[in-house]
């Protein structure tokens, strides 16, 4: 029995049908729900995008992440087949699971980003550090250490904020003490002291900067 579309009167001969409307009428009650614009966090100085996880390094699928966090549609699957951040805007395949069948199709819609500041790139603009590491020894040895040990902040999201020659070899202010403390436990071999600096207190506990001094 062919079935006619109370909406558009196509019939199931021309068009799929999920429930008594066909797939193009379901497909724009659907889009007429969805905002034109939606907007996304961006860090301005690094371009990460704020998607579910937090501040993520920019990809298609941190910004398909981001994009579907904020239309927040769970019987939705969001993918982006068109991205233009110059026009901003984006075409977003979207298949969506209804009671009576699957529905899928195309919609455009604008993006607008915040001006704000990830919290790394805010840290970094503030010159803040955990860790302060005291790097002495030959010329050589030190480089070869920094290659090491650069590549391995780089891999945890951490940076260094200042460095300060001193002679032979460097002070490095870094933001993220446990990730230090984990290169040398990675590393047995290296034996730095350590020590230790009051610097506050957060919600009554007190905070302490590491101080690790290593010749190499």
Known sequence: MIKYCPTCNRSSEEARFIGEFCEFCVADKIKATLPK?????????????????????????????AVSHELHIPNCKIRI???DLQMR???????????????GFDYEIGLRFTK??????YRKSAGYYEAILQLRG???NVAKFL???????VKGNAFVSKTEEMGKGIDMYISDKKLVSG???????LKPKVSYKLYGLK???KLYRHIYSLTV
């Open 81 to 83: 087949k068109e991205l």
């Open 138 to 140: 030959s010329e050589k």
């Open 116 to 121: 704000e500041m990830c919290p790394s790139c």
């Open 89 to 103: 805007k984006a075409v977003l395949r979207m298949v969506c699971e209804l009671n009576d069948g699957t529905v």
């Open 203 to 205: 919600k009554g506990k």
């Open 183 to 189: 290169y040398f436990m990675l590393h047995k071999s």
């Open 147 to 153: 290659d090491s040990f650069n590549l391995f902040l």
């Open 37 to 65: 614009v939606i907007k996304l966090r961006r860090c301005r100085v690094c371009g990460a995008i704020r998607d579910s996880d937090g501040f993520t390094d920019y990809s298609i699928e941190a910004m398909t992440d």
